[in-house]
């Protein structure tokens, strides 16, 4: 029988630090919590990260690469093809961020209580931090819906884009309530296309008015 690989010290301080800020936000975790429950201690802290907000950096940048990965490969394949429609976008942008949650079992429920914390923290300097990771690829995003709906003003698709990200995260943080293991793929393709077919409508009647 094949034995799972152990977990390195930088992985166990990861997986924790994505736990116990997500349960507790930054300020209500304590350091020595995440490293007494990953079995470490405050110097393989600063070695492997230097301080707790550079803890907290990591774990937000390794939990949002796959996401800014497949939406900036969705992305690029868009503008590769020419000049892609609003619901190409909506679509490459939302399918990357539910599938996150909705077909990762357990862990995807972490990462999104994890993300939903930071993202939302009442420090503006950790929504920046945040930020940092999820902007890049964001702009790109906001700039081609610009161009695919250019009848409407930059400010009211920005607004729309606003409301799309508050939606998704709606949406994500529902899916905590669901036991691990219980995702069910035709659920989650319905969810995504009833999604992706309100905004739409959302863009393409509210902004074009």
Same mark, same amino acid.
């Given at each position: 029988?094949?034995?799972?690989?152990?977990?390195?010290?930088?992985? #166990?301080?990861?997986?924790?630090?994505?736990?116990?800020?997500?349960?507790?936000?930054?300020?209500?975790?304590?350091?020595?919590?995440?490293?007494?429950?990953?079995?470490?201690?405050?110097?393989?802290?600063?070695?492997?990260?230097?301080?707790?907000?550079?803890?907290?950096r990591a774990a937000v940048?390794?939990?949002?690469?796959?996401?800014?990965?497949?939406?900036?490969? #969705?992305?690029?394949?868009?503008?590769?093809?020419?000049?892609?429609?609003?619901?190409?976008?909506?679509?490459?942008?939302?399918?990357?961020?539910?599938?996150?949650?909705?077909?990762?079992?357990?862990?995807?429920?972490?990462?999104?209580?994890?993300?939903?914390?930071?993202?939302?923290?009442?420090?503006?300097?950790?929504?920046?931090?945040?930020?940092?990771?999820?902007?890049?690829?964001?702009?790109?995003?906001?700039?081609?819906?610009?161009?695919?709906?250019?009848?409407?003003?930059?400010?009211?698709?920005?607004?729309?884009?606003?409301?799309?990200?508050?939606?998704?995260?709606?949406?994500?943080?529902?899916?905590?309530?669901?036991?691990?293991?219980?995702?069910?793929?035709?659920?989650?393709?319905?969810?995504?296309?009833?999604?992706?077919?309100?905004?739409?409508?959302?863009?393409?009647?509210?902004? #074009?008015?």
């Amino acid at each position: 029988m094949d034995t799972p690989p152990v977990e390195s010290t930088r992985e #166990r301080l990861l997986n924790i630090a994505e736990q116990r800020f997500g349960e507790g936000g930054y300020e209500g975790t304590s350091l020595r919590a995440i490293t007494v429950a990953a079995a470490a201690n405050i110097a393989a802290v600063n070695y492997h990260f230097g301080s707790k907000e550079a803890l907290l950096r990591a774990a937000v940048a390794r939990a949002m690469a796959p996401v800014n990965t497949e939406r900036r490969r #969705r992305l690029d394949q868009l503008e590769a093809t020419g000049q892609p429609s609003a619901e190409q976008l909506i679509r490459a942008f939302i399918e990357p961020g539910l599938d996150l949650v909705l077909r990762r079992g357990e862990r995807g429920a972490i990462v999104a209580r994890f993300i939903g914390r930071v993202a939302f923290d009442p420090s503006r300097r950790i929504r920046e931090l945040y930020a940092a990771e999820a902007d890049p690829v964001e702009a790109r995003y906001l700039a081609a819906l610009q161009q695919a709906l250019p009848r409407a003003a930059p400010e009211s698709v920005a607004f729309g884009y606003v409301n799309m990200l508050g939606l998704l995260a709606l949406h994500q943080s529902q899916a905590l309530s669901r036991a691990p293991g219980t995702e069910d793929v035709d659920d989650a393709s319905r969810l995504a296309e009833n999604l992706i077919a309100f905004l739409v409508a959302a863009f393409d009647r509210g902004l #074009r008015a």
